[in-house]
């Protein structure tokens, strides 16, 4: 039998080589002058990786067993996102809109900004009736290079200059990185559309900035990668995240996506972000805007989101979905009884 004093001198001397080595590599990394590689936790996952591509099944147990802990650390990691980070409802402030608060909030406007005529048609109804929250397309995100792609720069100045007149703030869609720093003085609200919701530079740029972002569910994405798109955003430093449900691909053509309904009460339960429903673009049909939102508002979601046009038959995008003037009106009367008394007409 080996002599147990000499094996326990042996594990010290080879914990001394250890210590050499990691010192030798800590300096290394420094060199680099990044902080990437330095923490023992991307030590371990660069080890494991390593073992892995040798093949070696005894090295791999070894390197397993040897940083068992972190492992089971690394899996129990808690997401920005979620409750066990933190417990109470992030609230989300918009000028004087307090999104997560308890109260519905309405984002209403049209698809997209076509003129400053337009969107103040529009906004004068939406105002009237308490809505605050201004929404328009200013860059489009349009299945086919043919159709309307938005005003751009343009759009968003007719929108801004439209919502200070009436005291509304502008929800309005970022498609690329390049466009953030021109939209940040006319935008309160970047929305992130849901072909992008996983476009991860956007995200880190969009995690960098103070401004509240509404990031809208992939057209196939789960819950989970949901939730870690969201994650790219808060884990950049920007906590106002706002989630929206507009409805995912499935083999049903009876509506344009469908209405996951359960997200609400699943994001709900799972993070601490306010969760709104766009009812248009999940519906696709006008008849079905009302009894959706309603579900929405009965099933816990912070707001609605819905298009609303002058003219839909002759607009330049989603003409069949949006609301006019006068389906509006009727839209807001069924919806009523779900919205808190102080903030709407009654
Ligand atoms: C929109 O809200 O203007 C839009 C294009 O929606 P989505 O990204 O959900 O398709
Ligand atoms: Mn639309």
């Excluded at 250890?18 to 991307?42: A, C, M, P, Y």
């Excluded at 100045?157 to 720093?181: C, G």
């Excluded at 950049?236 to 309904?261: F, M, P, Q, S, W």
């Amino acid at each position: 039998m080996k002599n147990l004093s000499s094996s326990k001198d042996a594990i010290t001397k080879i914990e001394e080589q250890l210590i050499q080595l990691l010192l030798k590599r800590h300096k290394l990394v420094q060199e680099l002058q990044t902080n990437d590689g330095i923490s023992f936790e991307s030590l371990f996952t660069r080890m494991v990786h390593l073992a892995k591509k040798k093949k070696d099944e005894q090295m791999i147990k070894a390197m397993e067993d040897i940083f068992k802990g972190l492992s089971d650390k690394k899996k129990e990691k808690t997401f920005l996102y979620s409750r066990e980070h933190q417990k109470e409802d992030t609230i989300v402030t918009v000028n004087h809109e307090r999104i997560g608060n308890g109260d519905p909030h309405l984002i209403m406007g049209p698809c997209a900004v076509e003129s400053y005529q337009q969107v103040r048609e529009v906004a004068a109804v939406l105002a009237q009736k308490g809505v605050k929250l201004l929404r328009g397309g200013a860059f489009k995100p349009r299945t086919s290079p043919y159709d309307f792609q938005g005003l751009g720069l343009e759009g968003l100045e007719i929108l801004s200059r439209v919502a200070r007149e009436h005291n509304m703030a502008v929800v309005t869609e970022i498609m690329s990185v390049d466009q953030i720093e021109e939209a940040i003085p006319l935008v309160d609200v970047i929305q992130v559309g849901s072909r992008n919701m996983q476009n991860f530079s956007l995200l880190k740029e969009l995690g960098q900035i103070d401004k509240p972002i509404l990031l809208k569910r992939g057209l196939s994405a789960t819950m989970e990668e949901f939730k870690l798109a969201a994650e790219y955003i808060l884990s950049y430093g920007n906590k106002k995240v706002i989630l929206c449900e507009r409805g995912i691909r499935t083999y049903e053509t009876a509506t344009r996506n469908t209405l996951d309904i359960s997200a609400v009460p699943i994001l709900k339960q799972e993070t601490h972000l306010p969760v709104i429903v766009d009812v248009t673009h999940s519906t696709g049909r006008k008849d079905l805007l009302a009894p959706a939102a309603k579900a929405a508002l009965a099933i816990g979601a912070d707001g609605i989101m819905a298009e609303v046009h002058p003219d839909p038959v002759n607009a330049l995008s989603d003409s069949k979905q949006q609301m006019n003037l006068d389906e509006f009106e009727e839209f807001y009367s069924e919806i009523q009884p779900f919205l808190k008394r102080n903030q709407y007409e009654q």
